[in-house]
């Protein structure tokens, strides 16, 4: 697959948000669709470029990743409460919205979930993880250009309010590595990070930007430790936790300074950016350096199966 930055235009969705309110569709039922829904249809939803949720699609979990009976009837009435309808297929959803949130909780049901919207012309936020695998990370962005619709991801970590002023500014002057901490359990349908370690390598790339070379990985049965080689000499380390105390964070190594990245701040700032993204069309985080995110996922991976083995990222 070609890597590029083109940001993808559609005239069909550029004129379906004209109107006041944009009509916001979710696949999938979830502690995001949840915590979107409340923030995007909240009295202060005005805020959001007039993105509103209307409707919902809850297709069935495997049963490796389903939420609780009890989590369930939370979400919907969490929904209800925001008159949100519910409707019986993807296919309904789709045409009755302007734009969709794809926020199924498993990865494994992405691609058949996602290539639907892309032919219906209308742009996707797509939740963690993109897919299980490289493979279906891949299928996903190929149809994404060969329907030329865009299709935008991103953990909440990216926007952390520390973070961001740290990236913006860089007060530390010219940044030597990072380092960046975070849960990371295994989901075994799964490639390792691509479940819950996404969020502190988001972190590690908001700073470190693309360019990693290489990566190996250390593992034992409570963490992992990867360790990834940019150009020019710079370092960038994501903490796995799975036992003890677990939180997000990290540091910034800089030739004038040293920094703390913050923590998790909430959504806010990502649902912000989701309706920028419907409203406007561009996409926040470049598919490029998406697309490398899950490559360096990918090769952590391969490097703990060759046990600690130096891996190089690729795009193929």
Known sequence: MARHDSIMSLNSTEKSINSSVIKIGIVGLSVHTQAFTEILNSPTGKDFFGCKVIAYYAPEENDDVAFSKAKVLEFEASMERHKVIRVSCLDEVI???????????????????????????????????????????????????????????ASALRYGSKIQELSNTRNIGTLQGAETYGPAPIQSSHIDLFWDGIHGIEMLYTIMGTGCQSVTQVSTAGCDLVVGKWAENRIGIFRGIRSGKISFGGTAFGKEGIESLGTFDGYDLLVKKIAEFFALGELPVPIDETLEIYSFMEAAFRSKKQGGKEVKLRYN
């Open 95 to 153: 045409n009755m919205t302007d734009a969709l949130m794809v926020l199924t909780n498993d990865g494994r049901p992405h691609l058949s979930e996602v290539v639907p919207i892309l032919a219906a012309g209308k742009r996707i936020f797509l939740d963690k993880p993109v897919a299980e695998n490289w493979i279906n990370v891949k299928k996903i962005f190929r149809a994404s250009e060969r329907y030329n619709v865009p299709v935008f991801s």
